[in-house]
């Protein structure tokens, strides 16, 4: 899924130690990130793993006054290759002095592109789902998530009035925009390993680029522009890739109607965050669908799903997402056969579909799946 540009510059030898920060922060966090280590544990090839326990969350800010301790920062920047990241309780109202510290991340260690897969498995567990394998690249430090809101008193009419503002700007829609055509590229030199009667997609690589530059004809009007800019000035070499666009509204309706018209879409941190969450439907639960947040030099594992305090400390968590995300955190790393193993595993758990959790409409818990995932290994 990492274009080659990345795999060269975070790439570490199949005989390295890696050393991984573990952030499981608030509700399942704490149930899935553990199941996640014992995976990339239990490999029998590829590199070695030293792990470190790093805080955070909303749990941490109760306890301490803040969300993201910079003791956690500075040893991600310092002493570790990547980390994987569990799910965090952000609460829906204002809270005096909180800020996510997923997002702060994300900007502290400039990971600008949230990569989602989101890949259907046939199984009996699933007989009517729409069978698709797309790529959700999602722009990861602008929009609307810079946090720039205020509110006033408007003398008129001595009512509030909230305001937030929205930043989109020509580098990083750029960026993101080259890695979305370098993964499309990528994408296919695997397919094209496969027979092409065997493919799921058997037509050029795609990229759709989202927006709603019909109504913010500024902020997304720029957004629209530089991205296929990016397209129209390397030409020669994104010849192989189609390029289309979707307003954001109808991107929805189409992604549930024909999942499998899409093979790589890119959109804005706000969009992109709301396509990737709903196309998790498409595949069963959010338990399942796993990313992660890419830079230049650091990669961070994240399961799409929340904190879920209504099951946590129940021991039914679905694990699968982040056992996923620890297998995109070797895939961008460059060890591609290990993440393979983790991927192939976990489908085979799915595909089986004996061993499922609530959320899937099983009834096994978060270690009865891990056991089945450590022995299709």
Same mark, same amino acid.
């Given at each position: 899924?990492? %274009? $080659?540009?990345?795999?060269?510059?975070?790439?570490?030898?199949?005989?390295?130690?890696?050393?991984?920060?573990?952030?499981?922060?608030?509700?399942?966090?704490?149930?899935?990130?553990?199941?996640?280590?014992?995976?990339?544990?239990?490999?029998?090839?590829?590199? @070695?793993? /030293?792990?470190?326990?790093?805080?955070?969350?909303?749990?941490?800010?109760?306890?301490?006054?803040?969300?993201?301790?910079?003791?956690?920062?500075?040893?991600?920047?310092?002493?570790?290759?990547?980390?994987?990241?569990?799910?965090? %309780?952000?609460?829906?109202?204002?809270?005096?002095?909180? %800020?996510?510290?997923?997002?702060?991340?994300?900007?502290?260690?400039?990971?600008?592109?949230?990569?989602?897969?989101?890949?259907?498995?046939?199984?009996?567990?699933?007989?009517?789902?729409?069978?698709?394998?797309?790529?959700?690249?999602?722009? $990861?430090?602008?929009?609307?998530?810079?946090?720039?809101?205020?509110?006033?008193?408007?003398?008129?009419?001595?009512?509030?009035?909230?305001?937030?503002?929205?930043?989109?700007?020509?580098?990083?829609?750029?960026?993101?925009?080259?890695?979305?055509?370098?993964?499309?590229?990528?994408?296919? *030199?695997?397919?094209?390993?496969?027979?092409? /009667?065997?493919?799921?997609?058997?037509?050029?690589?795609?990229?759709?680029? !989202?927006?709603?530059?019909?109504?913010?004809?500024?902020?997304?009007?720029?957004?629209?522009?530089?991205?296929?800019?990016? @397209? *129209? @000035? $390397?030409?020669?070499?994104?010849?192989?890739?189609?390029?289309?666009?979707?307003?954001? +509204?109808?991107?929805?309706?189409?992604?549930?109607? *024909?999942?499998?018209?899409?093979?790589?879409?890119?959109?804005?941190?706000?969009?992109? +965050?709301?396509?990737?969450?709903?196309?998790?439907?498409?595949?069963?639960?959010?338990?399942?669908?796993?990313?992660?947040?890419?830079?230049?030099?650091?990669?961070?594992? /994240?399961?799409?799903?929340?904190?879920?305090?209504?099951?946590?400390?129940?021991?039914?968590?679905?694990?699968?997402?982040?056992?996923?995300?620890?297998?995109?955190?070797? *895939?961008?790393?460059?060890?591609? $056969?290990?993440?393979?193993?983790?991927?192939?595993?976990?489908?085979?758990?799915?595909?089986?579909?004996?061993?499922?959790?609530?959320?899937?409409?099983?009834?096994?818990?978060?270690?009865? !799946?891990? /056991?089945?995932?450590?022995?299709?290994?």
């Amino acid at each position: 899924m990492a %274009s $080659n540009i990345l795999r060269r510059t975070l790439a570490t030898s199949a005989n390295s130690t890696i050393k991984v920060g573990l952030i499981p922060a608030d509700g399942i966090g704490r149930e899935v990130i553990p199941a996640a280590r014992s995976v990339l544990e239990s490999l029998t090839s590829g590199p @070695k793993f /030293e792990f470190v326990d790093l805080e955070a969350g909303f749990e941490h800010f109760q306890k301490t006054g803040t969300s993201l301790p910079q003791e956690t920062i500075d040893i991600l920047k310092n002493e570790c290759n990547g980390a994987l990241f569990g799910a965090v %309780s952000s609460p829906s109202h204002k809270v005096a002095g909180y %800020s996510s510290p997923i997002v702060a991340l994300r900007k502290h260690l400039d990971l600008y592109a949230n990569v989602r897969p989101v890949k259907s498995v046939e199984s009996p567990a699933f007989p009517n789902q729409k069978l698709c394998d797309m790529l959700i690249i999602r722009e $990861n430090t602008e929009c609307l998530y810079i946090k720039s809101e205020r509110e006033e008193v408007d003398p008129k009419t001595g009512l509030r009035v909230a305001w937030a503002d929205r930043k989109i700007t020509e580098y990083a829609s750029e960026r993101i925009g080259k890695m979305a055509f370098n993964m499309a590229l990528v994408r296919q *030199e695997l397919r094209n390993q496969t027979p092409l /009667e065997q493919r799921f997609w058997k037509h050029n690589p795609r990229v759709t680029i !989202v927006h709603k530059s019909n109504v913010l004809s500024v902020t997304d009007g720029l957004w629209r522009e530089t991205v296929r800019g990016v @397209k *129209e @000035k $390397n030409a020669e070499l994104y010849k192989s890739v189609d390029m289309e666009e979707q307003l954001v +509204d109808s991107m929805v309706y189409r992604m549930f109607r *024909e999942p499998e018209a899409f093979d790589v879409c890119v959109a804005p941190n706000l969009y992109g +965050d709301i396509i990737s969450d709903g196309a998790a439907a498409l595949v069963g639960s959010l338990g399942v669908v796993p990313s992660a947040n890419v830079g230049d030099n650091f990669v961070m594992g /994240e399961p799409v799903h929340g904190s879920a305090p209504d099951i946590a400390g129940q021991g039914i968590a679905n694990p699968i997402a982040a056992i996923r995300s620890a297998g995109m955190l070797l *895939e961008h790393m460059g060890h591609t $056969n290990e993440a393979l193993k983790i991927y192939n595993a976990v489908d085979a758990v799915m595909a089986d579909a004996s061993v499922l959790t609530p959320d899937l409409g099983g009834k096994s818990s978060t270690n009865e !799946v891990l /056991e089945a995932v450590l022995k299709n290994l």
